[in-house]
């Protein structure tokens, strides 16, 4: 994806100063984890508040319109894990890395300098379990890394603010799921409150 926004600033130069690097960071909520097992055994998992990073190129199109490549990072660590109403204490990281493809809209505002935006994306998802430690309620996940790359989606709702031509500042809520991964037998339910920070340069 990185190649196609390269390729399309080389091909019109004049168009250049469209595309974008940008970097973002802030606080993940993983909802909590609903576990299953082709013999019926279920079990929730709690994960603490995590961290999300990520950094993208893009492109923005004079309309409001905006396309970009994104890579991000989560990680949460699991805290517990609970079924039929009794629970226990449980251990390992959730990793999930992303690569996402989004559209964004800018509206316009009485002011230039800020911009209300909405945004949706889809990609593909590497949900890596470190070290997992959970017994409950017949399911069993523990010893090794284990790991499933599965089609995630991601919304976007925010709020940017032009502090020159060049550098743009930004404060987004996202919604990010996706497809149930599966590791060793078991399912696991994968979506998270995302609260991020961003800072946009414009060339």
Known sequence: MLGIFAATAAWNPSQANNVYLSLQGGSALLN???LSD??????????KTGY??????????????????????????IS???????????????????RMANFFYDFKTKSPKWSPYIGAGIGVATVNVNDPSVTAGGITLTGNDVDDTVFAYQGMVG????????????????YFGSEDPTFTGIDASVDSHNFLVGLRYNF
């Open 32 to 34: 909590e984890s609903n």
């Open 80 to 98: 517990s894990a609970s079924a039929l109403g009794v629970s226990v204490t449980a251990d390992g990281n959730a990793t999930i890395n992303s």
């Open 159 to 174: 709020l940017s603010f032009n502090t020159t031509e060049k550098v743009t500042l930004s404060g987004e809520y996202r």
């Open 52 to 77: 999300i990073i990520g950094g993208s190129i893009g492109y923005k199109f004079d309309m409001g319109a905006r396309i970009e490549a994104q890579f991000n990072r989560q990680k949460n660590h």
């Open 38 to 47: 082709n013999a019926g055994n279920t079990a929730d998992v709690d994960l």
